[in-house]
């Protein structure tokens, strides 16, 4: 495969602090879950303004890691296939590739169990209206 401009090791340490920021929405889910047992609306307003911040630096670290494609259609292709294919299907070309699934998969389980815990507080808050249906629980 011809050489692209993609840098690899950058979206590896974006895609890191990317996992990190996500386990600190984690935490704080945690936190705000404790929050809403105690019924402590302090703690939750600012719980709930922390986590936003955290969602939000999210947002901006995923929007850099794909700008670092820039114009090239090379590079662009091969950021696609490292951000959005299986991390456990895919086939890494090189050391940082491969790491960067690691990082992806392991993101994927945090992700995974934050949105358990998520949709137990929105289920708690909401009840029938939840974001997530009103499913059986």
């Known amino acids: 495969m011809a050489q692209t401009k993609l ?10 602090r990317r996992r990190n920021i996500i386990w600190e929405v984690s ?14 609306e302090v703690s939750i307003a600012m719980t709930l303004e ?9 947002d901006e670290c995923t929007e850099e890691i794909w700008q670092l494609a820039g114009a090239d259609q090379e590079a ?6 490292l951000m959005t294919s299986k991390p456990g299907e ?8 491969k ?26 808050v909401t009840g029938d ?4 249906g009103a499913r059986s629980r």
């Open 50 to 58: 922390m986590r936003a911040e955290e969602m939000a630096k999210i």
């Open 90 to 97: 895919a086939a890494p070309e090189t050391p940082e590739e």
């Open 27 to 40: 935490r704080l889910t945690g936190q705000l879950e404790e929050a809403m047992a105690r019924n402590d």
């Open 99 to 124: 790491k960067i699934y690691e990082i992806r998969q392991n993101t994927q389980h945090l992700l995974d169990e934050l949105r358990v815990v998520d949709e137990r507080l929105n289920r708690k």
């Open 7 to 16: 840098d690899t090791t950058k979206v590896m340490i974006l895609l890191q």
């Open 76 to 81: 662009r292709k091969k950021l696609r296939l």
């Open 129 to 132: 209206r939840s974001f997530y």
